[in-house]
């Protein structure tokens, strides 16, 4: 870079009451804001001392550091997620990752029975 320009990226995150997201960091700073509903959000260790997040609320979470968040409550969430990065680059904790950073499933898993 070094030319005063940052590439950012955007996206807004909808969850359903329970959905917790995989522990997972990016190597770009991050931040996010709750544009409905309530979330806890922590990083890996604060599992204890989640952040409680509502509507309105934001915060910046630094590169490399391995976080997740939670919906709380009874409505849905949404989630404004802002990367300073032109590439969505995830690395889950629990799982390998694709060249775009979504969680490559297991090829040789075989299908339940009476599943759809």
Same mark, same amino acid.
């Given at each position: ?74 409505? $849905?969430? $949404? ?38």
């Amino acid at each position: 870079m070094g030319d005063g320009e940052t590439p950012v990226r955007t996206g807004i995150q909808v969850s359903e009451p329970g959905y917790v997201a995989p522990m997972h960091s990016h190597p770009y700073t991050e931040l996010l804001f709750v544009v409905e509903g309530e979330t806890e959000v922590w990083l890996q260790g604060g599992e204890a001392e989640p952040l409680r997040m509502r509507e309105g609320d934001c915060v910046v979470l630094p590169p490399d550091i391995p976080h997740s968040f939670r919906t709380v409550g009874e409505r $849905r969430m $949404r989630l404004l997620g802002i990367h300073a990065s032109a590439d969505r680059v995830v690395h889950y904790l629990d799982r390998q990752t694709d060249a775009n950073g979504y969680p490559v499933l297991d090829a040789d898993l075989k299908p339940v029975a009476g599943a759809r």
